[in-house]
């Protein structure tokens, strides 16, 4: 705790901020984690399962099979369009592409605040060192250059950049994660793209065929 301590007071007020953007940087990166693991467990294999059901006609499996994954982004995307009334093709389309276009700020959640902190946190460190070195330099007596103050100052300097490497240090660990969310962020949008397409192609093949089947009665 003594060390710790010590890193806040050679850092400067600036650590205090740096400490809040932490803190706030290791709760959102535990909820997307939550969220991501969610989705990479459950979401492809529960839409493949929706796929074959719709291939085999089974409509009312494949719209029961989806409310009760409601709480994932393809199964709400997929809901918006096979629960309207006997559509046309390009309305069916129209819908997936519009849920879909709905469910990109929650894929995307929190990646601003990311960005946020990884361009201000280095900035911040850079203050914090800026400051230190005034302070620093401000106590030096310039007639005692060489004399027993210059350790002083040269003590005060390597104490500033305390702050520097605590803002590198969150922007670094902020970036990666960021970077990763935004990786799979990224591959999420490629899978909705593809399976949306399945499922527009086996719904436009029950429409040109004239099967009345394939929307749900109300």
């Not at 989806?66 to 009334?85: G, H, K, T, V, Y």
């Amino acid at each position: 705790m003594n060390n710790i301590g010590n890193l806040f007071t050679a850092g400067g007020v600036v650590m205090w901020p740096l400490l809040g953007f932490s803190i706030l940087a290791v709760a959102l990166i535990i909820e997307r984690i939550v969220f991501w693991v969610k989705i990479n467990n459950r979401q492809n294999r529960v839409v493949r399962e929706v796929l074959q059901l719709y291939r085999l006609d089974n409509v009312v499996g494949t719209l029961d099979k989806l409310q009760q994954n409601a709480d994932l982004p393809m199964s709400r995307i997929f809901l918006a369009a096979l629960e309207l009334e006997e559509p046309t093709p390009e309305e069916f389309r129209l819908a997936l592409e519009s849920e879909a276009q709905a469910e990109i700020p929650l894929l995307k959640r929190f990646q601003n605040i990311f960005d946020t902190i990884i361009g201000l946190a280095p900035l911040l460190g850079l203050l914090g060192t800026v400051l230190g070195l005034i302070t620093s330099f401000a106590s030096l007596d310039i007639g005692d250059v060489g004399g027993t103050k210059t350790s002083g100052v040269t003590g005060g300097i390597s104490e500033a950049l305390v702050s520097t490497a605590s803002g590198l240090v969150v922007a670094i660990f902020t970036l990666f994660f960021a970077n990763s969310f935004r990786g799979l962020y990224m591959r999420q949008i490629a899978w909705i793209q593809e399976y949306g397409g399945q499922l527009e192609l086996l719904y436009r093949r029950r429409y040109e065929r004239g099967d009345r089947s394939y929307a749900p009665t109300r």
